[in-house]
């Protein structure tokens, strides 16, 4: 075998080996696309859970900059009837995060451990104590965030028709401050809007998001929100799925989150998130392997979800699998390149994007080689336990 052959064999290889990995999570987009794109699904008419009391809990650290925002934001939703009651869980905060929000109007719930650290704490210690208070259903929004006006209404009406547990469409709340908002505005269109609403339309629980979700007391005394990794929302997720619960996806209910579009927070916040995410996938997909061979086929789609890679990977192996010198690892390369971007174009449409952030994807070669270069960062936070390391926003910069 000439030199020449043998690296024209390796290389097929390595094309067959990306084809391969990137397969399912083509599958996986290609189904949650379509499925966005079908009718909606009739929802329930008649109130089964007739609650009279909402707790709008918002998990806070160091968060002054922006929760007096932020309550105000909560303060001026509908709430249909419901008493709503915003309660703001000031956790190990260094700073006037529990005054801020005491003088917006919030009920305060402090929090000091210096060994357990992290939302998901943060929520288990606002939950158990609103649960012993009777609360009947409960939202769950961040510190940085603002929320539509029938965000209450929507969310509380779909608990009140019977949902274990609802999501309502998160979005980012700064996409004109750079190229790299506007990039994340268009990933957070696919992945916070059309593969819930793809799930959701097909009958699947949509998944959590950690960001404008909630659920009904019934389901918390059934699923304890025991979650503390780096990505607790996508846990108690799994946690849901595998109690058989549902998650329903509130498509006309908006939070807004900023996302920082510079300097440090933004490592940071990617790191966490897709590292948090390998990690999970590690821990939790043999689970749902199990749960497969044992004809539990609800656990199939968020196996799925766990192998598809975040998009700049997933496409960085469809590129690798498209120019190896095999017709089968190219074909399924330029199909799943197809596919990617029909998810993206839809997700810009029925997200109410514009032709700015189809532009945006001019600048996707960049992203990908900087998410690339993250790669240590994200093996790094696989690694890690879990600890609350609040994202430097640009907000909060600018005020210093």
């Known amino acids: 075998m000439t030199p020449t052959s043998l690296l024209i064999a390796i290389w097929c290889c390595i094309g067959l080996v990306a084809a391969v990995v990137s397969l399912p999570g083509t599958l996986e987009l290609f189904g949650l696309t379509v499925g966005a794109l079908l009718p909606s699904r009739p929802r329930s008419a008649e109130p089964k859970n007739r609650f009279q009391r909402l707790a709008l809990v918002v998990p806070a650290h160091n968060e002054e900059a ?7 934001s909560l303060r001026r939703a509908d709430g249909a009837g419901i008493e709503v009651e915003i309660v703001v869980v000031a956790d190990n905060c260094e700073d006037r995060t529990a005054e801020l929000a005491a003088e917006g109007g919030a009920r305060v719930l402090v929090r000091q451990d210096s060994k357990l650290r992290g939302k998901g704490y943060a929520l288990d210690f606002a939950f158990k104590q609103l649960l012993a208070e009777g609360t009947g259903a409960f939202l769950v929004v961040d510190a940085d965030t603002e929320v539509s006006t029938n965000f209450v209404r929507n969310a509380g009406s779909l608990l009140q028709g019977g949902a274990d547990a609802v999501q309502c469409r998160y979005l980012v709340r700064n996409p004109g401050e750079s190229i790299r908002t506007r990039l994340m505005n268009v990933a957070f269109l696919a992945f916070n809007v059309v593969r819930p609403r793809g799930r959701d339309r097909l009958g699947l629980s949509c998944g959590i998001y950690g960001n404008g979700f909630g659920m009904l007391r019934e389901t918390l005394e059934g699923v304890p929100y025991l979650a503390a990794s780096l990505v607790e929302d996508l846990e108690y997720h799994l946690s849901l799925i595998q109690a058989g619960k549902r998650v329903q996806f509130v498509d006309h209910a908006v939070v807004r989150g900023a996302i920082p579009s510079s300097g440090k927070g933004v490592e940071t916040q990617r790191s966490r998130w897709e590292g948090g995410r390998l990690r999970i996938l590690r821990e939790r997909a043999p689970g749902l392997i199990r749960e497969i061979a044992h004809g539990r086929l609800r656990a199939v789609e968020p196996l799925l979800d766990l192998v598809l890679l975040p998009l700049a990977f997933h496409v960085t192996l469809l590129i690798v699998a498209a120019s190896a010198p095999f017709s ?21 449409i029925i997200g109410g994007g514009g032709w700015r952030d189809i532009a945006s994807l001019l600048a996707a070669p960049f992203y990908v080689i900087w998410k690339l270069l993250l790669i240590p960062a994200l093996v790094r936070s696989s690694s890690g336990d ?9 907000a909060h910069k600018k005020s210093n």
Do not use: K, P
């Not at 089968?328 to 810009?348: D, F, Q, S």
């Not at 879990?386 to 640009?394: K, Y």
């Open 66 to 72: 922006g929760i007096g925002a932020c309550v105000a």
């Open 328 to 348: 089968l690892a190219r074909v399924t390369g330029l199909v799943g390149l197809a596919v990617v971007a029909i998810h993206l174009l839809v997700a810009v």
């Open 386 to 394: 879990s600890t609350w390391v609040r994202t430097e926003r640009d």
